[in-house]
């Protein structure tokens, strides 16, 4: 069974790839080049004075709260979106690899028996029969890159579902921690109401008592009634949205709605950090953001796609052969004598669909253009989250402080109020006025303290903070991305 080094056929051969490498030279396919975002040199907004790298990577660690802390390391170890976005960056590896396998050959095995006769009318004259064993082998030679850009787009695409994965953990730990610490307000604007509510109880028990001594009128009373009766409504619609919101929570770790309300029902403080970040420069946060990256790597695949559909404007060019056994018998399928082998090289284009392979270039350049436009967009989109966030860390700060002064003086206001009513010194209306004050102004109080924490939260993801949380996904499933 050999192969004859002076065969016609094998200098063919030679001869088909000395030329597909030289015309390999003359590649089609465009190099590509990652974009530089044009960030600015500097925020436009002040930015909060300079924190610790680290902190930013556990960003949730800087409220110091143990409960938010467990919460975000068991959402991303169960949640369901992170499972999903593991699960896509596994196919795109898978597809990586079945990419991969076109730039090698192809070889098949194959065994028959074959039996034949000529057949009389009282049977078969005679019968022949023949066997073999062979191996079949082809080979795409990737002339003009074409399968090397399918490669190199579904390998930018794998690349693309990892910063996808990514942006979900950044994503799923600021929604954790916004739910929780809406959660927290939300507890506190109760216990503000229910004090509130005791607080006016007293004053509708004094005037009860007033109209009973024949000082006070009967509108004083079912004024204050009405007074207590929509703080108590008011006190209702937060614990609906205090339940409503354990559920969103327990949903995020992948729990029946009321997996966490025995959890999280009883009240806790609102979790507050030293407003002290790395924000760094503009374009250290667009290459920290993993959205911008997914979104860079969906145009260099595209790119890619593009190479490919212009490589598929020129010929192909395969190469074919097979070695294997033949005899008419099995006895003798194994002796020398019995091998066989063949080779056909061949080159192939399409001449009657010319126009349908150029509109597919248009196509995938098109889409290589709304590709750039969807990352510059992004990177708009970053650089504006971040200027957003500052502001509202910076004005909220300063509207907490300001609330916390009126509420002081709505306090004192709603004391010496009610001194005064008791005295007769003012009308009760006064008194009413300052208790409605002092709930609005403690309740919005207790929001902005929360509303702090919340624009520090957002910050933290529109500088993309949180990496460490990919740290957390189970080994088992963080080993697997990378297979």
């Not at 076109?102 to 029969?129: C, H, M, V, W, Y």
């Not at 002290?276 to 695949?301: C, F, K, W, Y």
């Not at 995938?364 to 502001?391: H, K, N």
């Not at 709603?414 to 002092?438: I, K, N, P």
Request: include cysteine; aromatic fraction near 4%.
């Amino acid at each position: 069974m050999p192969f004859a080094m002076n065969s016609p056929m094998l200098h063919s051969v030679v001869l088909l790839a000395l030329v597909s490498t030289v015309v390999s030279g003359c590649a089609v396919r465009r190099p590509y080049a990652a974009p530089v975002p044009a960030a600015p040199a500097a925020w436009s907004q002040d930015a909060p004075p300079p924190g610790d790298q680290e902190q930013l990577a556990a960003w949730w660690s800087a409220f110091d709260d143990a409960e938010l802390s467990s919460l975000v390391e068991r959402a991303v170890r169960a949640n369901l979106d992170v499972k999903t976005a593991i699960s896509r960056v596994r196919e795109a590896r898978a597809s990586v690899r079945s990419n991969r396998a076109g730039l090698r050959p192809t070889i098949d095995a194959s065994a028959s028996a074959r039996a034949s006769g000529n057949g009389k009318e009282a049977g078969f004259a005679g019968t022949s029969q023949s066997y073999s064993l062979g191996l079949d082998a082809s080979w795409e030679l990737d002339v003009f890159g074409g399968i090397r850009s399918g490669v190199e787009a579904a390998e930018a695409t794998a690349q693309a579902r990892l910063e996808d994965l990514r942006d979900v953990l950044v994503s799923l730990a600021a929604e954790v921690a916004l739910d929780y610490i809406d959660l927290r307000s939300l507890q506190r604007r109760i216990e503000i109401a229910r004090s509130n509510v005791a607080l006016q109880e007293q004053t509708l028990d004094l005037t009860q008592l007033r109209q009973q001594a024949g000082i006070g009128t009967d509108l004083e009373v079912q004024q204050a009634l009405s007074n207590v009766e929509s703080t108590r409504a008011q006190i209702a619609a937060l614990e609906r949205q205090a339940s409503q919101t354990i559920h969103g929570l327990s949903v995020l770790l992948a729990e029946p709605p009321g997996g966490l309300i025995g959890e999280l029902a009883p009240a806790g403080p609102i979790p507050v950090a030293l407003i002290a970040i790395a924000v760094g420069v503009p374009a250290e946060t667009l290459r920290r953001r993993p959205d911008v990256r997914s979104a860079e790597r969906l145009l260099a695949a595209q790119w890619a796609q593009v190479n490919a559909a212009r490589a598929d404007l020129y010929p192909s060019f395969r190469l074919a052969g097979s070695i294997g056994l033949e005899s008419l018998s099995i006895a003798r399928l194994l002796l020398p004598g019995a091998g066989a082998w063949s080779a056909s090289p061949s080159a192939s284009t399409r001449l009657f669909n010319r126009e349908q392979l150029h509109q597919n270039v248009v196509t995938q350049s098109e889409r290589q253009a709304q590709a750039a436009l969807t990352y510059e967009s992004r990177v708009l989109g970053a650089l504006q989250d971040v200027e957003d966030s500052m502001t509202g860390v910076a004005q909220e700060q300063s509207r907490r402080d300001h609330l916390a002064a009126a509420a002081d003086a709505a306090q004192q206001a709603a004391d010496l109020s009610l001194q005064l009513y008791t005295a007769g010194l003012r009308d009760f209306r006064e008194v009413l006025d300052a208790q409605r004050s002092l709930l609005t102004l403690q309740d919005s109080l207790a929001s902005s303290t929360a509303s702090v924490s919340t624009e520090l939260v957002r910050l933290y993801k529109t500088l993309g903070g949180g990496w460490s949380a990919e740290t957390m996904v189970p080994s088992d499933q963080r080993a697997s991305l990378t297979r």
